[in-house]
């Protein structure tokens, strides 16, 4: 089920590059496992014990999954795009692990990884080397047919099942089960089984809200009963509800043509309709449309910029190397990001087409995060970003500067992505978490992976900024091309020894660190202007004597 990374692919991801078959085969492992998972789910619901997952709440997952049925059967397409959708991640594998907890467990079900951040801070972005692979699914044996909703009509989830066929009929409102309980918003596990309860029925609430905005988008005539919190119902890629306080409140939801009526206790019902494409508009203060960029390339679909998604970023994540909270933004806010935008595509091509291809294949949403406090009006340029290994597709940064800036984080965070979607395709390595590697990118020792994650981001940024620098037609940023070259190549130079030398790599490990050492060298050829070449090197070696005065010679590892 899961396709296999083919050598001519791994030969072009060791050199920071790919064609689009080999792009189109990480986004269909990474798909393919995001079925996985979501079967998984609907399996851990059912093993569950009483206490863990409630009937009703077991119950009112099944209507979900119906009104998804009925969903898919009008608009296949649509249905998993948000199924796949980047932030459904980091929801699945927080249900994941409460279903499969040692309290949940009632059938020997293993326990699930918890989801991880990769986070980095910049200018432009440094790598915090986060194993990836945390989202991956190791506890199903079977799973959808590649392109399917996971079906839950029978089989192991026998049970009756509402039937909403006649849903799709203008005039029919199939029913949608009953809500759970009100509890409180998505916050950080609880350490007792009563709080780690109640925030699954929090989580499972929100995948109703995920079904309801996915079905209106479909066309599907429907009414159930949401619940919002913390002050808000979010219904993805539609935009959000506000309501009076922090406490849950149940919003009565009907589609029909187009049109959803939202009722909630109290407050006049507010109406909202469907844009085409993305986003929903309505007269009422209390909405709040989700907002999307342009299509990267021409005929590209909109990007959304998550800034409502309660799962945008994970609850409790400690904050690294000045990586802040995510951001709702206002509408000034917005504009700073489309006029950055704007300049991006323009900013990727000029380090080749490639570069353009890779950003519009692989991003599938923006999500804002705080400017960091040490941003001063001089020291603006600085940023931070981050990906996350169980939200593929999905790039986390502060509002940045300029489009060359925001086309560098997209190169550096893919490329994190890019390895850790290679990372969980086949076994890279087998080094231990120890830090005992210098990176000169980061002041701290790093462990293998860390390194080999960050060698591989700052590689892809050499490339990107020698190529534009050889373009040559940016003249405002020339000399800074040369100069961010030069650092990044310098600095990947100082940490490949200790990547070749390793004993730990596998086979393909060691094939995949080769192709960089080719890229490497071949970006040698065209060096940077000596003085750029000379500073870089200078600045490597001041990093590794600083290095070395911090880190005991015995802490250190070989060749680092």
């Known amino acids: ?138 506890h199903t044996e079977a799973g959808p047919d590649h392109g399917a909703v996971p079906h839950v009509g029978g089989g192991t989830h026998g049970g009756a099942v509402p039937d909403l066929e006649a849903g799709r009929d203008a005039g029919a409102v199939p029913y949608a089960g009953a809500v759970p309980h009100a509890v409180p918003g998505p916050g950080a596990r609880g350490l007792g089984p009563g709080q780690q309860c109640r925030e699954l029925l929090v989580d499972l609430a929100h995948f109703s809200a995920v079904a309801a905005a996915v079905a209106a988008r479909a066309g599907v005539a429907y009414a159930v009963r949401l619940s919002a919190h913390d002050g808000r119902l979010v219904l993805p890629g539609l935009g959000a509800l506000g309501v009076d306080g922090a406490e849950p409140v149940a919003v009565d939801v009907v589609h029909r043509h187009g049109r959803l009526t939202l009722r909630r206790p109290g407050a006049a019902d507010v109406s909202v309709f469907l844009e085409d494409g993305f986003g929903a508009w309505s007269d009422s203060r209390a909405w709040h449309p989700a907002y999307a960029l342009p299509g990267l390339l021409p005929d590209g679909a909109p990007l959304p910029l998550e800034d409502f998604d309660p799962y945008r970023a994970a609850p409790g994540d400690p904050q690294c190397y000045g990586l802040t909270g995510p951001a709702t933004l206002d509408d000034g806010e917005r504009k700073n990001w489309l006029q950055a935008w704007s300049g991006t595509a323009g900013a990727l091509l000029l380090s080749g087409e490639q570069r353009l291809t890779e950003a519009a294949t692989l991003l599938r949403c923006l999500v804002p995060l705080a400017t960091p406090d040490r941003a001063t009006a001089e020291a603006r340029r600085g940023s931070c970003s981050a990906t996350r290994s169980e939200a593929f597709g999905a790039v986390l940064s502060s509002t940045p500067p300029d489009a060359t800036r925001l086309a560098a984080t997209l190169v550096h965070e893919l490329h994190h992505a890019k390895l850790a979607v290679v990372s969980e395709m086949m076994t890279l390595h087998h080094a231990d978490g120890q830090a005992r590697y210098f990176a000169p990118w980061r002041p701290d020792p790093r462990p293998y992976d860390g390194l080999l994650q960050g060698a591989y981001a700052h590689l892809a940024l050499a490339d990107f900024h020698q190529r534009r620098a050889l373009d040559g037609s940016d003249r405002a940023h020339l000399d800074t091309d040369w100069s961010q070259f030069a650092r990044y190549h310098a600095q990947v130079g100082a940490a490949l020894p200790a990547l070749v030398g390793s004993a730990e790599l596998t086979r393909p490990g060691r094939r995949l660190v080769e192709f960089m050492v080719d890229a490497h060298a071949r970006m040698g050829e065209h060096p940077a202007p000596r003085a750029h070449a000379v500073r870089a090197l200078e600045y490597v070696r001041t990093a590794r004597r600083l ?11 070989p060749l680092a």
């Not at 009703?56 to 959708?85: K, S, T």
């Not at 290095?547 to 590892?557: G, M």
Request: net charge neutral; with cysteine.
């Open 1 to 138: 089920m899961l396709p296999p990374l083919t050598d001519r692919a791994l030969a072009e991801l060791g050199g920071t590059g790919g064609g689009p078959d080999t792009l189109a085969l990480l986004v269909r492992d990474q798909d393919t496992r995001r079925m996985l998972l979501l079967r998984a789910i609907l399996e851990a619901a059912d093993a569950a014990g009483p206490e863990v997952c409630p009937p009703d709440a077991r119950e009112r997952l099944r209507a979900d999954w119906a009104l998804l049925e009925a969903a898919e059967a009008a608009n296949g397409a649509l249905v998993r795009a948000a199924l796949c959708h980047p932030l459904l991640g980091p929801w699945a594998g927080r249900c994941l692990q409460a279903l499969t907890s040692p309290a949940a467990r009632t059938t020997g079900m293993p326990p699930a990884p918890g989801p991880a951040a990769r986070t980095t801070s910049a200018p432009p972005a440094a790598d915090t080397g986060a194993s990836p692979g945390s989202g991956t699914v190791r």
């Open 547 to 557: 290095w070395a005065r911090r880190v005991p010679q015995e802490l250190r590892a």
